[in-house]
């Protein structure tokens, strides 16, 4: 037991000393060239220090960088590396040869791996909306007024007042025409129980109400699921630049924040898919370790040329089947949830037949 725990840290060492120089280089590359066309941008703040300034915008930010795109990455491309080098070297032909099966040395990465997927999950659920409501500030005092002439999409906002909460989620904001095409509100009291949900074609801004149109709504209580209206008055402080200044994609809310909008369709596809984006890391060192095994000996390069095609085409999987979960009339967690389960399944079954 003891040969094979040392062996285990071994491996496992090969694996972090990539990760954690990948994971550096990276990310001072991506905050290099970024700081070149923001640096403006940056001096445009007169009450804190342009360092300081600097310094805690790509704090807020990284998470974000980090849990949507950059793990999965590093996390396949230390694991090639870490079994190339372990491979130059005959440490792998040395292994099987004492006995340990190719699933036995794999058996580590795939426990690192799965750890970085829960750690990424933590970052998506918990790190980065916190981070992106810090960022949203520094971003106005950079961008000033000129954010609030943009078009906007899959705008998401949440206000209190003395009654309770207001939480608001816009498919597509028209500032110029003082518009919104597809809004859904979810109306909370104080201690957190939803009053009402609605959905509207249409809203605008006339004076201090918003005219919906085309409303199907559904207050609590109600024996029927929603009420159709042609056309309805909401009395609620809120402006336009309200929603364009303090707007948040689904992907920069809490989880609770989501579960109060789950009634509109990319906020739940968010909340639902978050623990297999999650899972991603997982999924995609599994798959390239088993093209790599199954690979002819010596041919590293072709194989990481072949792990690079999988992570591409899992990432256009990926969005094409979050966007049938989104606009589709099929349940999202079979959209979503299936063919996952099938590429996890074939995934371990494969990693079960690999030659020892």
């Known amino acids: 037991m003891f040969?094979?725990?040392?062996?285990?840290?071994?491996?496992?060492?090969?694996?972090?000393?990539?990760?954690?120089?990948?994971?550096?280089?990276?990310?001072?590359l991506f905050i290099i060239l970024d700081l070149f066309g923001r640096f403006d941008e940056f001096l445009k703040i007169k009450d804190v220090p342009v360092l300081n300034s600097i310094l805690t915008y790509y704090a807020y930010?990284?998470?974000?960088?980090?849990?949507?795109?950059?793990l999965p990455i590093i996390t396949v491309i230390s694991g090639l590396f870490a079994v190339s080098s372990l491979d130059?070297?005959?440490?792998i032909v040395a292994m099987l040869s004492s006995g340990i099966s190719r699933q036995r040395l794999l058996l580590p990465l795939l426990f690192i791996t799965f750890l970085i997927s829960v750690g990424?999950?933590?970052?998506?659920?918990?790190?980065?909306?916190?981070?992106?409501?810090?960022?949203?500030?520094?971003?106005?005092?950079?961008h000033g007024d000129n954010q609030l002439d943009r078009l906007a999409?899959?705008?998401?906002?949440?206000k209190s007042d003395k009654m309770g909460y207001n939480f608001w989620f816009a498919k597509t904001i028209f500032?110029?025409?003082?518009?919104?095409?597809?809004?859904?509100v979810t109306r909370l009291d104080l201690d957190g129980n939803w009053l009402y949900r609605l959905r509207a074609e249409t809203a605008e801004k006339h004076g201090s109400k918003w005219i919906l149109t085309n409303?199907?709504?559904?207050?609590?209580?109600?024996?029927?699921?929603?009420?159709?209206?042609d056309k309805m008055e909401l009395n609620i402080n809120l402006t336009m630049d309200d929603l364009l200044l303090n707007r948040k994609s689904p992907e920069f809310l809490s989880n609770a924040q989501l579960k109060k909008l789950n009634n509109s369709g990319s906020p739940y596809v968010e909340l639902i898919s978050r623990p297999l984006t999650a899972l991603t890391s997982f999924l995609l060192f599994l798959w390239s370790m088993i093209i790599l095994f199954n690979s002819r000996q010596g041919h590293f390069?072709?194989?990481?040329?072949?792990?690079?095609?999988?992570?591409?085409?899992?990432?256009?999987?990926?969005?094409?089947?979050?966007?049938?979960?989104?606009?589709?009339?099929?349940?999202?967690?079979?959209v979503l949830y299936l063919p996952i389960s099938i590429l996890l399944a074939f995934g371990f079954y494969f990693y079960s037949k690999m030659p020892t």
């Open 215 to 229: 409303v199907s709504m559904q207050k609590a209580g109600d024996t029927e699921l929603s009420k159709h209206y």
């Open 3 to 28: 040969l094979m725990r040392r062996l285990d840290r071994y491996v496992l060492s090969a694996f972090v000393a990539p990760f954690a120089v990948l994971s550096f280089l990276i990310v001072a």
């Open 301 to 334: 390069l072709i194989s990481m040329g072949h792990c690079i095609v999988m992570v591409m085409t899992y990432y256009a999987f990926s969005w094409v089947l979050i966007q049938l979960a989104t606009l589709s009339s099929i349940n999202p967690i079979i």
């Open 61 to 70: 930010i990284l998470p974000g960088i980090l849990s949507q795109w950059l």
């Open 153 to 158: 999409r899959d705008v998401a906002l949440s």
């Open 120 to 142: 990424d999950y933590l970052l998506k659920s918990q790190v980065v909306p916190i981070a992106s409501n810090k960022l949203e500030i520094i971003r106005a005092k950079m």
């Open 175 to 184: 500032k110029k025409e003082n518009r919104i095409s597809v809004l859904f």
């Open 88 to 91: 130059r070297h005959h440490e």
